[in-house]
């Protein structure tokens, strides 16, 4: 099983992004996905998360600006940035909340993270 993230690059500042992730393998159900980011020398935040049921988390700084969206059918996730400032320049991580099949193990859990892709807000 694995994340899939895309879409990061370069913007310029006000201008729009647009993040995927693909959740692929022996996927039994998800129950969220969510997006965190890391800026150099800072933790990693949480971005947005959504759950199957479609309830939505954002951060407070980025309501408004950010949208989640989520295609149960295709497992995946993705991540509407408008309005982009320098300071949302990082490395976006997807991260599953999931059960799988490990061949004959079933596995659930919280933990499972994309590679991460980098998104750079020029000023």
């Known amino acids: 099983v694995q994340l899939q993230a895309s879409g990061g690059g370069l913007v310029q500042a006000g201008g729009p992004l647009r993040l995927s992730c693909a959740a692929s393998g022996r996927i039994l159900s998800i129950t969220a996905m969510s997006w965190y980011r890391q800026a150099p020398g800072k933790q990693r935040e949480l971005v947005a998360s959504i759950t199957s049921g479609a309830n939505i988390n954002y951060a407070d700084s980025l309501k408004g600006r950010f949208t989640i969206s989520r295609d149960n059918a295709k497992n995946t996730v993705y991540l509407q940035m408008n309005s982009l400032k320098p300071e949302d320049t990082a490395v976006y991580y997807c991260?599953?909340?999931?059960?799988?099949?490990?061949?004959?193990?079933?596995?659930?859990?919280?933990?499972?993270w994309g590679k991460g892709t980098q998104v750079t807000v020029s000023s």
């Open positions: 991260n599953a909340d999931m059960t799988y099949s490990d061949y004959d193990v079933i596995v659930a859990t919280k933990d499972l």
